[in-house]
């Protein structure tokens, strides 16, 4: 079956514009994660969602960022005002049931750029 | 003080060392431990994975765990050309609805022909 899919595969906007970030995670995987990696980092949590609901967004790093998930599956990261230290890579990873010993899948990730 | 903390890197290596790839964490919480693989403009991918301390082997990759130091590795034997990539650990709670791991930031690696 397809893997974790992402859209778009990259992103370039201005300053102060808002931006849309697309998850779809395997089908029928019930836990979804959004991570985001800056050049030459690891990988920095943002938020995981169980079915709909989020029970942890303790890094979404301010409240310029938002995150929805309906369905139980695709997800959709935003981002208002954008800055250019939001220039990242926003990976989306999906597991089964959500928990921490899961393999968690990941997509391609989408590369933001602000200029 | 970052909780994973990992060796930086570069590596670059000859085809056929031996890599040994290691990182230290800080909370005793951690219960299970993971290296990921992550080729340029791809997403990370699951290598290996341990729950307790000790080796645990898959083919070329050996995965070790030491909890009483709170340091882990990974070796890689007899390294290939294609083992060059991004390498990140990455530890968690075993727990339902744990969530989110943490991960260092990776070690990248060249294994040259």
């Known amino acids: 079956g397809a893997g974790v899919s992402q859209s778009p595969s990259n992103k370039v906007t201005e300053k102060g514009k808002d931006v849309e970030l697309r998850c779809d995670p395997i089908s029928g995987h019930t836990a979804l994660y959004w991570y985001r990696q800056s050049l030459g980092q690891g990988l920095e949590f943002l938020i995981y969602?169980?079915?709909?609901?989020?029970?942890?967004k303790s890094g979404l790093p301010s409240d310029r960022f938002s995150a929805e998930r309906t369905g139980g599956s695709v997800s959709t990261l935003t981002i208002q005002r954008t800055q250019q230290e939001d220039s990242a890579v926003y990976l989306c990873?999906?597991?089964?049931?959500?928990?921490?010993?899961?393999?968690?899948?990941f997509g391609p990730g989408t590369r933001l750029l602000v200029l | 003080q970052k909780e994973v903390e990992q060796d930086p890197g570069p590596l670059s290596v000859p085809e056929g060392a031996i890599v040994s790839l290691n990182c230290t964490y800080s909370n005793s919480a951690f219960q299970y431990f993971m290296w990921y693989r992550q080729y340029s403009r791809k997403g990370p991918e699951l290598l290996m994975y341990?729950?307790?301390?000790g080796n645990k082997e898959d083919g070329r990759f050996t995965a070790q765990v030491d909890k009483s130091s709170k340091y882990i590795s990974l070796f890689i034997r007899d390294s290939q050309p294609s083992d060059s990539a991004t390498y990140l650990c990455?530890?968690?709670?075993?727990?339902?609805?744990?969530?989110?791991?943490?991960f260092g930031d990776g070690t990248t690696l060249t294994v040259k022909p």
């Open positions: 969602f169980q079915g709909n609901s989020a029970p942890d």
């Open positions: 341990t729950y307790s301390s």
């Open positions: 990873a999906s597991s089964a049931q959500g928990g921490g010993q899961e393999t968690q899948y």
């Open positions: 990455a530890m968690t709670w075993v727990n339902t609805n744990a969530g989110k791991s943490t």
